[in-house]
């Protein structure tokens, strides 16, 4: 005769669903494959809770398990589900234990046997600031694993299959124990995979993926920034056991110009001026990112002016309008004067009647 599934979790038959979910989870913990390793006992006792709670914690079954009881014993009927896999247990359960865990856990203690999807990869390229005006194509040659033909990822010896972890029942996660916490880690037998494979594949010694150099065309679009990421899908690792491949992430990294500063889609640059250009006015061209501008000051610019040249700036991402390059004037005054131009400068000093210091105790100092 089965035993009572109220008297399997230690609760009374009016408890609450939260009660049942937290003795369910007391059972688990007291009883799980992790902590007694090789003791078929504490097995079935983990199994057997899992089974009360797959039924105490549906309202269904357990309305019909208070009516009717146990009909033909664990397994048929009504009844528990009569796990016999722990990987199954995780699956059925998972939310339980994730909660348990604080949280991110539920999905971790899934069975890993399955087919896994590869790692997604990350590769810095640096760019030119020209390069965000034009866009660019650049072929960039990286280290990444891929999946073993020999043994189509599974890293078995052809004609061979993985076996199952007994330490963790195929969940990949053993849980131990600290202070107060219970902390699910990586199980060391299987290293995580799950399955433990005893004839290894002689081209990837078990790892199902092999080390390839890879060489791909990257096409860079006009706009990008420092921080842009362009995802190549399924260009990452390779999957496992026929998964996926991750994708590969291209983060973008623009270098710094000598010139021209970034702000957004403008450029700024500082645009140095003769006190003589300040004070009539000039018109010169100067280079720009992609050829040259006429640059006009007006007469009587002062240090601090801005200057725009709309266009000349960057596109974006989503828009090929370009924005503005902009100069911001700096007026430069020369620390010593020839002897013509100071003589003049005191002509025009006279002329306006404004009082300036005398020969050889000016600003100058001469
Ligand atoms: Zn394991
Ligand atoms: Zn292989």
């Known amino acids: ?20 979910k937290k003795a369910y989870r007391k059972m688990a913990m007291q009883f799980h494959p992790d902590k007694n390793p090789g003791d078929k006992t504490a097995e079935d006792r983990f199994k ?9 914690s549906s309202p269904q079954k357990k309305a019909q398990y208070d009516r009717f009881g146990h009909v033909g014993g664990p397994g048929q009927g009504f009844g528990g589900q009569g796990f016999q896999d722990i990987g199954d247990i995780f699956d059925a359960f998972g939310d339980v234990f994730g909660d348990f865990f604080g949280g991110g856990m539920g999905g971790g203690r899934r069975r890993r046997s399955g087919p896994q999807r590869g790692a ?18 650049k072929e960039i040659e990286f280290d990444a694993d891929a999946g073993c033909q020999t043994c189509d990822g599974s890293g078995a010896k052809p ?9 963790c029942g195929g969940s990949g996660q053993v849980i131990r124990q600290q202070g107060f916490f219970q902390m699910a880690t990586t199980c060391n037998t299987c290293q995580g995979q799950g399955s433990i494979i005893e004839d290894k594949c002689d081209t990837c010694h078990g790892r199902g993926l092999v080390q390839k150099k890879r060489k791909l065309l990257v096409n860079v679009p006009p706009g990008v920034d420092t921080g842009t990421q362009l995802r ?13 491949a991750g994708d ?28 003589l250009q300040a004070l009539l006015g000039a018109e010169f061209s100067r280079p720009t990112l992609d050829g040259e501008e006429t640059i006009k000051i007006p007469a009587g610019t002062e240090t601090g002016e801005l200057i725009r040249i709309s266009s000349a700036g960057l596109p974006s991402l989503r828009q090929p309008r370009r924005g ?21 400068l005191r002509e025009i000093a006279d002329l306006k009647g404004e009082s300036v ?10």
């Open 159 to 167: 004609g061979s299959h993985p076996k199952t972890c007994s330490t």
């Open 1 to 20: 005769m089965p035993r009572d599934y109220y008297e399997i979790l230690g609760v009374d038959r009016a408890a609450d669903a939260d009660t049942i």
């Open 357 to 366: 210091n005398t020969k050889g105790s000016g600003l100058f100092g001469f």
């Open 232 to 244: 190549l899908t399924g260009e990452g690792e390779g999957g496992r056991k026929g998964g996926p």
């Open 248 to 275: 590969l992430y291209v983060e973008i990294r623009v270098k710094a110009h000598d010139e021209f500063e970034r702000q957004g889609q403008h450029l700024i640059a500082a645009l140095e001026i003769s006190y």
């Open 48 to 56: 057997e809770a899992a089974e009360a709670y797959d039924v105490l």
């Open 120 to 137: 997604d990869l990350r590769y810095v390229l640096e760019v030119e600031l020209k390069d965000v005006l034009t866009g660019l194509k």
């Open 324 to 344: 503005d390059l902009v100069y911001e004037v700096f007026v430069k005054f020369p620390k010593k004067l020839a002897k013509k131009e100071e003589k003049l």
